[in-house]
T-cell receptor, first 113, second 112 residues
Framework: EAGVTQFPSHSVIEKGQTVTLRCDPI?????LYWYRRVMGKEIKFLLH????????ESGMPNNRFLAERTGGTYSTLKVQPAELEDSGVYFC???????????FGSGTQLSVL | LAKTTQPISMDSYEGQEVNITCSHN???????ITWYQQFPSQGPRFIIQ???TKVTNEVASLFIPADRKSSTLSLPRVSLSDTAVYYC?????????????FGKGTKLSVKP
């Protein structure tokens, strides 16, 4: 069974540019989560999808971040325009039943220069 | 979600048993305790979960005292490959929230 896949693994962009991160959850997992770790900080929750609906987006830092999950399958996280403080590792996770057992991807390392 | 407190780091040698304790004084009745492991350049990986007493799987054991204000993750006979960061999380089982609080975790270093 394929795990959670994230693309790209690394992205280097300049301040003001746009970047789109993609996450393919494990097939059949209705729950999809985005987390991120900025340099030296803890892993922080961004948002949670149940199928295609946003269940909780309380962790989204500002309106420069837009997450979508069309059709309840893969998800994208767009940052537009990117700022220096957006640099960090963005993790995606999926689960079948809820938060109790999450399956994480390897993350996307985002560097904004 | 209940806040947790763990040691920042621990050192061990190959073959030893490692016990990592997590404090969660404000745990609620419906909260479960879950531990994740994270290797460099990877996402966290689920290790074990429990509610009370003892839970054991092929990777680790989880000990939870009666008052549930703390829990101990036990790794038997660690190897170099167990060097990782270990996170203790507490949350309501069956809830739909995903706002997990990872904290700083415990960085375990296993030496030969």
């Amino acid at each position: 069974e394929a795990g959670v896949t994230q693309f790209p693994s690394h992205s280097v962009i300049e301040k003001g540019q746009t970047v789109t991160l993609r996450c393919d959850p494990i097939s059949g997992h209705d729950n999809l989560y985005w987390y991120r770790r900025v340099m030296g900080k803890e892993i922080k929750f961004l948002l949670h999808f149940v199928k295609e609906s946003k269940q909780d987006e309380s962790g989204m830092p500002n309106n420069r971040f837009l997450a979508e999950r069309t059709g309840g399958t893969y998800s994208t996280l767009k940052v537009q325009p990117a700022e220096l403080e957006d640099s960090g590792v963005y993790f995606c996770a999926s689960s079948q039943d809820g938060w109790e057992k999450l399956f994480f991807g390897s993350g996307t390392q985002l560097s904004v220069l | 979600l209940a806040k947790t407190t763990q040691p920042i780091s621990m050192d061990s040698y190959e073959g030893q048993e490692v016990n990592i304790t997590c404090s969660h004084n404000n745990i609620a009745t419906n909260d479960y305790i879950t531990w994740y492991q994270q290797f460099p350049s990877q996402g966290p990986r689920f290790i074990i979960q429990g509610y009370k007493t003892k839970v054991t799987n092929e990777v680790a054991s989880l000990f939870i005292p009666a008052d549930r204000k703390s829990s101990t993750l036990s790794l038997p006979r660690v190897s170099l490959s167990d060097t990782a960061v270990y996170y203790c999380l507490v949350g309501y089982y069956g809830g739909s929230q995903g706002n997990l609080i990872f904290g700083k975790g415990t960085k375990l270093s296993v030496k030969p």
